[in-house]
């Protein structure tokens, strides 16, 4: 979850992803092919809903996001009962996908359900807070939402934190100020003053984005709505170790979450909708990276060799486009 005011710039790896998914990755708005359109009609008539697939694999939440799914709907979900929104995302612009969970209450006349077949992490978290339940399974995985702050160095994303590693190296200071080598090399890492304000703020901003959310809709008849919400945004921006963390669908309920775990028959089919889109997007993919590397003139070995470290996890760190 990044904010916007902080936008990435720059070569290496990240731009290998954007010109892949330009190339080649087929956007998830587009039409489905006739496989996964006849396993979402199956879902559809056993849900009694119309459902909206956001496969977001390498699309962040953003901006633009916001306008193509508006479009979206206008053409194809008015006027709709009970809207399911399937969502698959790493996240993105926090503030964006505050906006869309808020655009996507419009369409949904009834009843606004999250699914969630894989992951959700970070801003789709939020994203997913705006519906009247969340629907999830055992593979299923939300995040926190310490938001994520981009460091620029010389026009090139250069490290990526969280606001919570300021508060604690604040608290680290002012717990050992009787060493004055230590408060030196600590304070010179600090961001400038304001810069310090904004990123803590960011914390409240995420917090308050999840209180609105969950009493306006999945937790506004429910006692206390107030006191629970604002404990979940709490945990959520404060109260975990890592912005990684796994929570699954019993931490989801432990924190105080309205969710349900999806029946036998219903994540049989979300999940080989999930399957069948993975594997297009990664064979896609994978395609578009091997036309990139040939215009670099790399052998077939070579690319096979490249493209055996991205599916291992190396990455292309090293190739530049």
Excluded at 93 to 120: C, G, N, Q
Excluded at 135 to 141: D, K
Excluded at 263 to 284: A, G, P, Q, R, T
């Amino acid at each position: 979850m990044t904010p916007n005011n902080n936008k990435e710039k720059g070569g290496g790896k990240k731009d290998i992803d954007k010109e892949a998914g330009k190339e080649l990755r087929k956007n998830i708005l587009s039409e489905l092919n006739e496989d996964q359109k006849n396993i979402l009609s199956n879902l559809e008539d056993v849900r009694k809903s119309k459902i909206l697939p956001l496969f977001l694999r390498k699309e962040s939440i953003n901006f633009d996001l916001v306008n193509n799914v508006y479009d979206l709907l206008e053409k194809n979900y008015k006027n709709v009962k009970n809207l399911d929104v399937i969502v698959d995302s790493s996240g993105g612009d926090i503030h964006s996908a505050y906006h869309l969970a808020k655009i996507l209450r419009r369409y949904a006349l009834e009843k606004l359900t999250f699914i969630v077949p894989r992951w959700a992490k970070s801003a789709a978290t939020l994203l997913i807070f705006g519906g009247d339940e969340i629907i999830l399974g055992p593979t299923s995985e939300l995040g926190p939402l310490d938001p994520q702050i981009i460091e620029i160095q010389k026009g090139i994303p250069h490290t990526r934190f969280s606001p919570l590693a300021i508060k604690t190296a604040l608290d680290l200071i002012s717990e050992n100020r009787e060493i004055p080598e230590l408060v030196k090399e600590l304070s010179a890492k600090l961001p400038p003053t304001i810069q310090l304000g904004q990123h803590i703020k960011s914390l409240e901003i995420a917090e308050r984005y999840v209180i609105k959310l969950l009493t306006t809709k999945m937790l506004k008849d429910v006692a206390d709505a107030d006191k629970i919400a604002s404990k979940i945004g709490r945990d959520l921006t404060q109260n975990y170790p890592d912005h990684g963390y796994c929570i699954d669908i019993e931490e989801a309920i432990e924190l105080g979450l309205v969710v349900k775990e999806a029946n036998v028959n219903e994540w049989k089919m979300i999940w080989k909708l999930y399957e069948l889109i993975s594997k297009e997007e990664k064979d896609e993919t994978i395609q578009s990276l091997r036309k990139i590397l040939k215009s670099q003139g790399l052998n077939d070995r070579k690319i096979d060799e490249e493209i055996n470290k991205i599916d291992t996890g190396i990455g292309l760190s090293k190739i530049k486009i």
